[in-house]
């Protein structure tokens, strides 16, 4: 449900909003970068709040929040010539600060708030078998994320950019709004459980010592670990560069020759693959030291990143998909996983908060970074080479890190 402020839920409305708007590519990703830097910069406090209004409120104001924010960006080209009506401004100024405001909103509840508190509650609920659950839920998370540009399209073109933007802010706004007051909970406790519904067994994986025994980092407590900081700017640099190509993989699939659809089918093999990883990464966590998983999907984010920017040969394609689809299954099941296993449960949602703005952040700069290349050298690929540097800095990173709990 959080799709439609993900940039695989926007990617494909660029083209759609670049035509209503006028705006050229390079300031609709200015407009997204601002949108979602600022966003990112109120995640911290958005994760407080979680800490203490509970994982309930939370999930249905989100909702509602990004249901309303769909149904404004559906109308933002017209927005604009009312306020160019009554402001003498140029158009193209007022277009993007509207859509500056929409992104914004879009970025914070959709790839924000809504995210952060599914991933927390589990984080919340689970511990010997934390790793089993989000591999199970990384399924739907993984195969819906990497299908959703292809839906999403087919979608866009038999009704239009409008009408399904309105429709997804009703399925979200009032079908996750109902869902999460339905089902949402902040703890076990708050319904008489306990996690594992044994608080005495000790776990066994590598990493955790059972709940009763885990220590509760505070948030600057975490934030000065090494640990914190590897498995974020793994993430981070995830988020980055897949941003980036997500947002611009029609026009990265023309400049290889690829059409349109043919750009966008690149995510159903990726969608498989990263299912099938995902749900792998999950039975793994629970038994293997999440060091070693994080090093796989670095050395797999380094494949992708890297072949991406060679999409028109065969073999380089192929690698991509491989590339990206293992190291997008691993994301979801890992993001989930590390934090609460590492850190402990009581301040999870404030620590959550900083790695979700780092994540946020790094996803608003991946469009503008190679759109920046694109407008000063004529190409994509400069960019993605430079971005095959950051699985070498996280990898090492990684290597010297251990976790806090040991």
């Not at 990384?138 to 292809?150: N, R």
């Not at 399904?164 to 902040?186: E, N, P, Q, S």
């Not at 885990?214 to 600057?220: E, K, M, N």
């Not at 914190?228 to 993989?249: E, N, Q």
Request: hydrophobic share 50%; net charge positive.
């Amino acid at each position: 449900m959080s799709i439609p402020g993900q940039t695989v839920g926007v990617s494909v409305f660029t083209d759609h909003l670049l035509q209503a708007t006028g705006v050229s590519r390079l300031e609709l990703s200015n407009a997204y970068l601002v949108g979602t830097l600022t966003s990112g910069l109120l995640l911290p406090m958005g994760g407080v709040l979680l800490d203490r209004f509970g994982a309930r409120v939370i999930v249905v104001g989100s909702s509602l929040w990004l249901g309303g924010t769909l149904c404004y960006l559906s109308l933002c080209d017209r927005i604009a010539i009312v306020v160019n009506s009554i402001l003498p401004l140029d158009h193209s100024v007022i277009a993007l600060v509207i859509l500056g405001l929409g992104f914004t909103s879009l970025r914070f509840s959709g790839q924000g708030m809504l995210t952060m508190t599914s991933r927390t509650t589990l984080g919340k609920w689970f511990d010997r078998r934390r790793g089993f659950v989000s591999g199970t839920t990384g399924v739907f998370v993984s195969f819906s994320f990497s299908i959703a540009p292809l839906i999403l399209s087919t979608w866009i073109n038999s009704f239009g950019w409008r009408y399904t933007w309105v429709t997804m802010a009703a399925i979200v706004g009032i079908g996750m709004g109902f869902v999460g007051w339905l089902f949402y909970r902040d703890n076990p406790e708050e319904c008489g459980l306990i996690m594992d519904g044994d608080a005495t067994t000790p776990a066994t994986t590598g990493d955790t010592f059972g709940e009763n025994k885990i220590r509760d980092f505070t948030r600057s407590q975490a934030l000065r670990t090494r640990i914190f900081w590897a498995v974020t700017l793994t993430l981070s640099s995830h988020a980055l560069v897949v941003t980036g190509i997500t947002f611009h993989i029609v026009d990265i699939g023309a400049e290889a020759g690829l059409s349109q659809i043919q750009a966008v089918s690149l995510f159903l093999p990726m969608a498989i693959l990263s299912t099938i990883v995902g749900y792998s990464m999950g039975l793994s966590a629970d038994r293997v030291s999440l060091k070693y998983l994080f090093l796989f999907m670095i050395v797999f984010q380094a494949i992708g990143f890297t072949c991406a920017a060679n999409l028109g040969i065969g073999w380089l394609r192929g690698l991509t998909i491989v590339g990206l689809g293992a190291s997008g299954g691993c994301f979801s099941t890992l993001s989930t996983v590390a934090l609460p296993r590492f850190f402990g449960r009581m301040h999870l949602g404030a620590i959550a908060g900083v790695q979700m703005m780092s994540m946020v952040c790094a996803s608003a700069i991946g469009p503008s970074f190679l759109a920046v290349f694109k407008d000063q050298l004529g190409s994509y690929q400069p960019g993605l080479y430079t971005c095959a540097i950051l699985p070498v800095i996280t990898l090492i990173l990684t290597l010297f890190s251990h976790n806090p709990q040991q």
